[in-house]
């Protein structure tokens, strides 16, 4: 498979704020062969004309570029995160697609973010402009300029990433003819605001954040950054899951219960299972991340609502003439089926080929990466026919197998 | 009505992880008249025959004795923090009932914790003996002799009360006719434990905890309290409580964003009306709360195992002869239906008359305290009358609206 990975220099890049820096870096992969024309997208009768073989993908809340696993040094669950789903015939097969990913701005991949430097050659810091989603996509067109490919076979996104695509759609509604939201939603719930709020707290809370100001420090806010992963992987967990995970279980002999400061008094407790696994993501998370970028990417993430500027969620995609596909996850208590299920019925509104795909998951959030198996057939069909592909289900379509149509899709959320 | 508020001295307690302290101090409070007789409860006879018109109730994390608002100094929501169940004329008949709230060892309300000063004059910090849900108990216990109080009518509690209420049924299974345990379980779920270990580890990552000796300091932990208490909050609403009493709004023009720090590039985003409800619930909880009682209380709860020393649930509550009563809430992720239903269930298994009532509520956990309304009638018939009580339904019956018996009722969890 051919593959590329670099930074591109998109000069001066004006955000949603107001604000702007001179010049936005881009970090991106390409995975396959363009078979599209390289034609500008100058004209709108272009792009709605060209078609392409190329698919965006774009990454979740702390991903990276890397959505396969070639050419980066990214690590941990930063690394070759979609690597189940994407590659040569995978479901989204690169013998077959152009895939493109890029770092999102605001992140700390090799895309401009509060931790790289301004022309000075100073750290931004939280000098940085403010970061909306929109702002992502817009630097992803950008990106697609400069490499030659002006409209999309698709956009691709899980979490929000999903958000992202669905801000193709509302944003560039010429550009792509399938969009395919996994596990997202048009907006965030006061819940997941409330968690997300918490969690910035907890990084800004940390002495060692200083304002922002700790790049040149010894000491990064590693705890508080910890904290937030932690209150983060909660929300990509079930309760069912958790609880099959780990129960109520102590963790094994070799755990080492030194993450945290902690007293003599809770020595008499058991160590838990749970808070094992917690420590140890926390303790790889601090490592590949940076406090700022989480602070920045969690408020544009929780900023975005699809609606914005419109009277809903249908006007703002109505121009959209494509195709869409929304996946969502029954244990999914970060972005609900429900969720999912408001999406499409603004998509059904505007008489646009949409089919929402409800999977049956324990997982929570965190099925769109470790259900490839349930994941990829929808995706992969879809991707080859629209809402036609044979393992494409819909919830407005009654289920073969049980003769119901849109059941309670949350019995299974809090079992045990 | 008669009131009383006091602190007694329980001399030498031992606790459950084997060390002791000298003296430890119970603050309570009673209001109603006993009519029972004051016979000692030295033998099992006694108080298996005598009866009484006393009601033990059993606080939440963090509550306090102050169950009806008369008699203490105690603030904000650990103040008279069930007026609306105890007193003159309601659920709990004050003119009918000697009501005894005692504040929990390990706590700060007047009951010896890590606060309190030792024998020597010092305060304990996290020297004070790791504490127990038992402990917890079996303070109760001592202190209603000293009150000549054999035989209870009732245990009730709420929450973690709710535990410490069936602790009652576990460990003196031949004192109390009828327990009463709202909104709990017999232990909690992996999410749970992992929500509370990441609050403890936000106190205990706060410099100014300190090892969690903090109390000669001019700066407590207060960030780190805070943060434990915001993630406490959101474990007490339910997902569609959030939504529609916040929403995505953003927070009133008074609002003020100063609770924590934060970096200039905030600013361009809201400051959500969500946020500004939990900065103000944790400002007001940080000068009300001892940040080591905290960790202590916590991990008490998450230690509780209502099963522990025994083969099962129903073997640990096989003594029990009296009747129970569990009531629960359909929008309680924090204690769940499900989870009180197992714990019928093991009151089933060993015949004792139970009853679960459960209750349609969109509040989630802390409907137990915001719907007095649909928790009172239960709770009083069954005071009155037990399990045959008019207005205690029970899983178990058919529902006679319906016609249906114990249905999916998490449906509305995560409904908009």
């Known amino acids: 498979m051919k593959t590329e990975s670099g930074t591109v220099d998109l000069g001066r890049f004006d955000f ?43 990454h979740a809340l702390t991903g990276s570029q890397n959505v396969a696993g070639y050419g980066s040094e ?63 996509t817009r630097s992803q067109r950008l990106l697609l300029d400069q490499l030659g490919v002006g409209r999309l076979h698709a956009v691709v996104g899980g979490s929000v990433g999903g958000m992202n695509a669905l801000d193709w759609a509302k944003r560039y509604p010429d550009d792509v003819r399938y969009v395919v939201s996994v596990a997202a939603a048009a907006r965030l719930d006061a819940q997941c605001l409330a968690l997300d709020a918490v969690a ?10 200083n304002g922002g100001e700790y790049y040149d420090q010894d000491e990064r806010p590693t705890d508080g ?43 008499f407790f058991p ?55 929304l996946l969502s996850f029954t244990g999914d208590w970060h972005f609900t089926t429900e969720q999912s299920e408001t999406v499409a019925a603004a998509f059904r509104e505007t008489d646009a080929p949409v089919a929402h795909h409800v999977i049956e998951s324990d997982h929570g959030h965190d099925a769109f990466l470790v259900e490839p198996e349930k994941v990829g057939p929808p995706l992969r069909d879809f991707l080859d026919a629209g809402v036609e592909g044979r393992a494409v289900h819909d919830t407005d379509e009654p289920d073969a197998d049980s003769g119901t149509d849109f059941a309670p899709v949350h019995a299974s959320l809090f079992s045990q």
């Open 200 to 209: 910035r707290r907890a990084i800004t809370t940390d002495p060692n954040w």
């Open 74 to 136: 990214t690590t941990g669950q930063a690394r070759a995160w979609w690597n189940d789903i994407v590659g040569p015939g995978k479901a989204i097969d690169t013998n077959e697609y152009y895939v493109v990913c890029a770092n999102i701005p605001g992140s700390c991949y090799g895309t401009s973010g509060p931790a790289s430097e301004d022309p000075e050659g100073e750290v931004y810091g939280t000098d940085f402009p403010p970061v909306t989603l929109g702002d992502w």
């Open 271 to 325: 160590y838990r299972d749970v808070e094992s696994y917690l420590d140890y993501q926390a303790e790889k998370f601090v490592d590949r991340f940076d406090a700022n970028s989480y602070l920045y990417l969690t408020r544009a993430m929780d900023d975005y609502d699809l609606a914005e500027g419109y009277e809903d969620d249908a006007r703002a995609v109505a121009a959209f003439e494509g195709e869409a596909l």
């Open 16 to 58: 949603a704020s107001g604000d702007e820096i001179e010049n936005l870096e881009v970090a991106y992969e390409t995975y396959g062969e363009f078979d599209g024309d390289s034609a500008e997208h100058g004209s709108a009768s272009d792009r709605t004309q060209s078609g392409s073989n190329a698919v965006l993908v774009c």
């Open 225 to 267: 950054l910890a904290l937030a992963r932690q209150i983060g992987h909660i929300m990509y967990l079930s309760k069912s899951s958790m609880e099959q995970k780990f129960g109520r279980r102590a963790a094994g002999r070799d755990a080492r219960r030194d993450s945290f400061p902690s007293d003599p008094a809770a020595a």
